[in-house]
């Protein structure tokens, strides 16, 4: 689909800022890589050959005794009985020495001088989910290892595997809410700007006392009655987020409503939506846009502040904001406090970056060379 002679401008205005460009670029790359995080960062293995037949624990439930194992449960693949079951086709063997079995296994394919129908296991590049508990001997937080490698949290958690979930969790969290509170805040504000008069008037003195509410104490308040989710955040940072770009909209539509096309429009029986949305909404995206990104990196910023204070997402969530409390309370281990500054620094800075390049693109008034 072709674009408009209006929006390749737009993308040619956004092109040529190349600090915004490689941001996206950036930023896209990682949240891409993120989305897959269960292929990079897994505590069960992507692929396994038993007995010529391929399964895949990362998608599917399977039982120890898929294995030849005794148990019903789900196989715990990290385990050193569970792993020679595989690879040597459910040896009898591997309960009595199963790394020995499993060496002589994957050096000769034989077990105790016999050939089996030698298995395969393919583990994803970090073999750690964000709650799988490392064995670190007692110590945690855990320094950083070969085996993990920016160390473990303090119960044990490996980090980068909790950087990576976390990271996609706080920008689909801010995507999520910073698109239902646009609406939400475009609507009520255009509505107000157009019809003015009564209907501005009861609209603002709505607004100033839901505004007057002290949202923090509410939303401690809600997550002690109810179950902390993912979904109750949402709702929440949506109940009082909404209202932020009410007044800029407003504004521009109290603004532009009385200009000629405006006029023009009206008398040729065009209907007050069509108005809204199609004319005016868009000369009032400039300014729109250049309130997003406080939007979203506020949205970031308050899930972090609220999962430090212990108010936020449930503790087995792979939060970030749970990062820096562990860094607080664990200063012997420098590496957590660097890793949460980094993370949040990196992330909140591409996203300032990008959305500068998209005011500058949706600007009329500017044009790159």
Known sequence: MALSPLNQRRWRNFKANRRALWSL???GFLYGLSLFAELLANDHPLLV????????????????????????????????????????????????DPEGILAEVEEKGTVLGQPVDK?????????????????????????????????????SRDVLARVIYGFRL???????????????????GAIQGYFGGVVDLVFQRLIEIWSSIPSLYVIIILSAVFSRSVTLMVLLMVLFGWTALVGVVRAEFLRARNFEYVRAAKALGVGDMAIMF????????????TFMPFLIVGTISALAGLDYLGFGLPASAPSLGQLARQ?????????????????????????????EGVRDAFDPRKTFR
């Open 25 to 27: 670029i950036l930023l």
């Open 49 to 96: 050959r038993y007995r010529g037949e391929w399964h895949t624990p990362f998608l599917n439930f399977y039982s120890e005794q898929t294995f030849g194992g005794d148990l019903r449960t789900e196989a715990e693949y990290a385990l050193p009985e569970v792993q020679c079951l595989i690879m040597s086709a459910g040896a009898l063997e591997c309960w009595d």
């Open 119 to 155: 298995g395969f296991i393919l583990w994803a590049p970090i073999p750690y989910s964000y709650q799988t508990i490392v064995n670190t001997r007692g110590v945690a937080p855990g320094p950083i290892t070969a085996q993990n490698w920016l160390g473990t949290d303090d119960a």
């Open 170 to 188: 706080s920008i689909t969290f801010a995507l999520v809410v910073t698109a239902i509170s646009s609406v939400l805040g475009i609507a009520a």
């Open 278 to 289: 199609r004319h005016v909404l868009p000369n009032a995206m400039v300014a729109t846009l």
């Open 327 to 355: 860094a607080q309370q664990n200063l012997q281990m420098p590496s957590l406090a660097f890793v949460a500054f980094f993370t949040y620094a990196i992330m909140l800075t591409l996203i300032v970056f990008i959305f």
